[in-house]
C-alpha cells in the first residue's frame, strides 16, 4: 500500500474484514507473512508501530474517566487548549462547553451518559490527538445518525490528508473516492484494484453492488 493512498475494504458479514485489521493492530495472531516497509510485523516493537495508527470502530470505546482523559489518552501530555481544539474538530465540543464540569465532566463505564453519536465523536478526537501515518478505520459511521455521520466524515477527511487510510465499508456507493479496493470472501482477498477495474469485470464486487441496488 502506497504512503498516502486510501484503501476500502469490502465483502460479507463475516468474511474476515475487521479479523485483517486486528491483526495489523497486533491484536491476532497470524500465519504467512506480514510486512511493514519490508519488515515482518512480528519484528517490530507494537508500542512503536502503534504510535503510526490511528483507529477507528464502529463500536466507540471511552472509559471511566474524565472528557479530558479519554481525549488524551494517547498523548497525556495535550494542554486543556489542544483537547478542546480537537473536541471542535470532531464536533463535539458544544458538548463540553454547555457543561459546567467542562473536561472534567465524567464519563462512565461503556461511554454511559453519551449517545452513541457523541461516544464516537469523543473517540474520534482521541485518534485525532495522534498524528498518525496511518488510519484503520472499521466502519465508524455505521451505527450513526445521517448528521453525525456527515461530521465524523468530514473530520475523518481533514485529518487524513497526507496520511495512508484502510477502511473497512459497507457503504459501495462511496468507492469512488478510495484509490483501491480490497475484496474479501472467506477470509482471503479475492479481487483488488480500482473500482471503475472492478465493476467492469464479473466478480464478488458487482455483484454485492447489484444486490444492495435491488435492496434499495
Given amino acids: 500500500m502506497p504512503a498516502g493512498e486510501h484503501w476500502a475494504i469490502v465483502g460479507s458479514s463475516g468474511a474476515g474484514k475487521t479479523s485483517l485489521l486486528n491483526a495489523l493492530l497486533g491484536f491476532l495472531p497470524y500465519k504467512g507473512h506480514l510486512t511493514i516497509n519490508q ?22 470505546q471511552l472509559f471511566h474517566g474524565s472528557v479530558r482523559d479519554n481525549v488524551a489518552l494517547a498523548n497525556p501530555l495535550l494542554t486543556d487548549s489542544q483537547i478542546m481544539a480537537l473536541l471542535e474538530q470532531a464536533n463535539i465540543s458544544d458538548f463540553v462547553t454547555q457543561d459546567a464540569q467542562g473536561l472534567d465532566r465524567m464519563i462512565s463505564d461503556q461511554s454511559a451518559g453519551v449517545s452513541v453519536g457523541q461516544a464516537q465523536r469523543f473517540a474520534l478526537a482521541r485518534a485525532l490527538a495522534q498524528p498518525a501515518k496511518l488510519f ?13 455521520e ?9 485529518a487524513m490528508q497526507g496520511a495512508s487510510g484502510l477502511t473497512v465499508t459497507h457503504r459501495l456507493d462511496d468507492l469512488d473516492s478510495m484509490d483501491k479496493v480490497l475484496v474479501m470472501d472467506k477470509g482471503l482477498i479475492v479481487q483488488q484494484g480500482e473500482v471503475s477495474e472492478l465493476l467492469g469485470r464479473d466478480g464478488l464486487l458487482a ?10
Avoid: C
Avoid at 510485523?41 to 466507540?60: E, F, M, V, Y
Avoid at 478505520?137 to 445521517?146: G, H, I, K, V, Y
Avoid at 461530521?151 to 477527511?157: M, T
Fill in 39 to 60: 519488515q515482518p510485523l512480528k519484528s517490530i516493537a507494537l508500542s512503536d508501530w502503534r504510535r503510526h495508527l490511528a483507529w477507528l470502530g464502529q463500536d466507540p
Fill in 150 to 158: 456527515q461530521f465524523v466524515l468530514a473530520s475523518l477527511q481533514t
Fill in 136 to 148: 484503520l478505520l472499521d466502519e465508524p459511521t455505521a451505527s450513526l445518525d445521517a448528521q453525525s
Fill in 207 to 216: 455483484q454485492m453492488l447489484n444486490q444492495q441496488q435491488e435492496v434499495y
